[in-house]
């Protein structure tokens, strides 16, 4: 019987599916967490604890170091809010082409018999310019980046898209008339409106800093609706005072931004819609169920991918580090234990490794000596035994 516990009630309603083979919330000594936006670095984690899957893409909530050397695999749920943040680009792409929320505070602060000849008058300065036929830069055309690419080509821009990572797999979501950049400069000089849509890793802290604006045509509006220091808020700021960039909109408030008539900051609300976090708690509680019960991998933070088919009785798992003779090590306790290998798979992430030992027989009385002699192996973290 595994121990799944949430901490709210959205991860809780993506529960609903599990079988009678999971109790939520029964135990502190729980086998998985469900998270959403909970602060963990000040935990201390069970040694049940197997696995937690956090309903949202970032994970800065969550301390890899610490979950990795309890042997404690990490998920997010990538794409899970990716609709969410597209409609809101392609709603604020309007919002900023037609000077709304400008002529939305005109109106609010506007009224009396004389209106209606006023605002005949005072509409012009809130003209604005269509979508159709403007350039779009879309930074990062991952899970979200596609689908505001898309979008916003089938409103008629153009758009230019920019991924260096881009794998096979994402490229066949990105429509036709998406024109590739091949470096970031190629696609920032060209464009009316600049998004990024890229993780936050040591490589993208900063990617649109001064250089980068500095070649961005005048006029440009900015948007960064990814993660907070992708964009350099400071020099946005530089930017727009000397009117090469001509509005700002983020989801990450800074003192920098505020009360600027050009810059809009929203709280952080890109992916907050009633079915994102539905969608992150169904996935991450899928993502739960198929670690627990098969050991393989999709989406995690601190661990290798690796997925390999079930098709034996048993199967034991390990986590440990990615050091030389690791395998060997396994493979060789195994056999002095006459136990024979169905198959063995084995990935590694920076100094992490994760390997998966499929068995065609194991008998019960030795499977918790097995355990403590694969778990006394120097550089292991975490052993498990499943059974199909």
């Known amino acids: 019987m595994y121990q799944v516990k949430t901490y709210n009630a959205i991860a809780q309603a993506g529960l609903d599916q599990f079988t009678d ?35 949202g893409a970032g994970f800065n909530n969550i301390p890899l170091d610490q979950a990795t050397e309890n042997g404690t695999a990490v998920f997010n749920t990538p794409g899970s809010n990716a609709n969410a943040v597209k409609e809101l680009i392609i709603s604020l792409l309007i919002a900023s082409s037609r000077n709304l929320f400008a002529a939305a505070d005109y109106a609010a602060h506007n009224s009396g018999a004389d209106i209606s000849l006023r605002t005949e008058k005072d509409k012009t300065k809130f003209k604005g310019t269509e979508l159709t036929g403007r350039t779009l830069a879309v930074i990062g055309v991952g899970h979200v980046g596609s689908l505001v690419a898309n979008a916003a080509s089938a409103l008629g821009m153009k758009v230019i898209g920019y991924d260096p990572y881009l794998s096979a797999d994402a490229a ?22 600049v998004t990024v849509h890229v993780p936050k890793n040591e490589e993208t802290t900063g990617l649109i800093g001064p250089e980068q604006m500095e070649i961005m045509k005048d006029g440009v509006k900015l948007f960064n609706y990814s993660r907070d220091g992708i964009v350099d808020n400071e020099a946005a700021v530089d930017y727009l005072d000397a009117r090469k960039i001509r509005t700002y909109y983020t989801d990450f408030g800074e003192n920098v931004l505020l009360n600027r008539d050009d810059v809009v900051v929203t709280p952080h609300i890109g992916g907050s819609t009633l079915e994102a976090e539905a969608n992150g708690a169904t996935q991450g509680a899928n993502t739960i169920m198929t670690y627990l019960e098969t050991g393989n991998i999709e989406n995690s933070v601190n661990l290798p991918n690796l997925k390999v088919p079930f098709n034996t009785p048993y199967r034991l798992t390990l986590i440990h580090k990615n050091i030389p003779n690791m395998v060997g090590q396994i493979a060789t306790l195994l056999a002095e234990a006459d136990i024979n290998i169905e198959g ?19 008998k019960n009385e030795e499977e918790h000596k097995l355990v403590d002699r694969l778990s006394k192996i120097d550089a292991v973290y975490r052993v498990r035994v499943l059974q199909k």
């Not at 066949?172 to 409106?193: F, M």
């Not at 590694?348 to 194991?362: C, E, F, H, K, M």
């Open 21 to 55: 083979n999971y109790q939520i919330n029964k135990t502190d000594d729980a086998d998985a967490y469900l998270i959403r936006s909970v602060n963990l670095h000040d935990q201390k984690f069970p040694k049940s604890l197997k696995v937690i899957a956090r309903a």
């Open 344 to 362: 063995m798979s084995n990935a590694a992430r920076d100094g992490v490794a994760y390997t998966i030992v499929d068995l065609d027989d194991l």
């Open 172 to 193: 066949w979501h990105i429509s036709t008339t998406i024109t590739r950049a091949n470096t970031l400069g190629e696609a920032l000089q060209q464009a009316d409106y």
